[in-house]
DNA sequence: AATAAACTTGACTTTTTTAGTCAGGTATCT
DNA sequence: AGATACCTGACTAAAAAAGTCAAGTTTATT
């Protein structure tokens, strides 16, 4: 269980946006540069979230990508979903049988299992925003951002977790 | 962001140990033939579940694997993890450079969201154990599953899931 | 109008991972 | 002794992920 570097480019590129001014377009080339992807690959990547309608394309000169919508209202889910094949079509048997068509869904122990993971999952990606990502950079907001989805936690996680720093500054 | 075939079958092949007699080996040829999952395959899987000591193996005639503790001490977690990457090394970049060895670990923000995830999928599946998925057979118990790991999605995907009829008879 | 910057599209290749297989064992019960 | 069933490590095929390429189109600027 892993996410793709796909998605996590895509979450990397679109906060690199967001930290420039609202209206300036960020080439893909500059991207490239700062965060050391793949131009091409970014390209690939841009066309998802161009359809997706995350960002807005501007072309020719002096142009790029601009958010297509407030920061605070794209969630990293949003974004996860277009370049990710999403977690929840698994069923308890293989990929390729969708959620819907498990042979024994009704008496299946291990869908409902899947089915939660998946809503936990994309619980916690669409609870955050581009916008709590970029207010992030100061210490104290990072803090209540870990202290607000420490909430989700079980008991047993929330216990082992709670006592460590802060990794960012 | 997927889980593999792999960690589906490890935990369906447990569950269906679990539902045998405590002292009965269960042999894979009739794993493979319930849950019709190939036996090489199972036979595979099941060296990574023996060396994590999940279940035990008795040899000969009429042998099998049986649980090597108690249901209520296993969780699914630690069967995943057994045969899945962890979810937990995917840095913010490549998959291949592990968290701690982030070039820009202090500085990031992908950084903390993936290791949250992490932590919280981790948590979750830590927090149910073989023995939980057994009892669950009756709807009652499914449901106290069901509102028990709801605490623990964010708000907004809480109001979401809740009012969704079970899915398990 | 010409130019250059920058996006657009779809197909293509390479690499890695997943899923599954195989052969040739060893242990143990009856 | 023979059958049952686990054990081991290497192997292969198929799929997915990651990355590349070529040949465009669009538009700001000069």
């Known amino acids: 269980m892993q996410i793709s570097t796909k998605g996590k480019y895509a979450v990397r590129a679109i ?11 960020v080439s893909l080339a500059a ?6 992807i ?3 690959f970014l390209e690939q990547i841009f066309q998802s979230l161009r359809k997706g309608e995350i960002v807005r394309s501007l072309r020719g ?17 949003e974004i996860v979903r277009l ?12 990929k390729h049988e969708a959620v819907d068509d498990c042979r024994i869904a009704d008496s299946c122990l291990g869908f409902v299992l899947w089915k939660q993971l998946a809503e936990l999952v994309d619980g916690f990606l669409d609870s ?9 950079a100061r ?8 202290v607000k989805s420490n ?3 079980p008991e047993k996680a929330r216990k082992e977790t709670s006592p460590e720093p802060l990794e960012v500054v």
């Open 38 to 40: 793949s131009l091409l």
């Open 31 to 36: 991207i490239s540069k700062e965060e050391g």
């Open 15 to 25: 906060l690199n946006i967001a930290h420039h001014p609202k209206e300036t377009p």
């Open 61 to 77: 000169a002096h142009g790029g990508y601009v958010l297509a919508r407030d920061p605070s209202d794209i969630t990293i889910g």
């Open 139 to 146: 210490p104290e907001v990072v803090y209540s951002l870990r």
């Open 128 to 136: 955050i925003t581009i916008a709590d990502m970029v207010t992030q």
């Open 83 to 94: 370049l990710e094949p999403p977690l929840y079509t698994s069923s308890c048997f293989s």
């Open 151 to 153: 909430r989700m936690l």
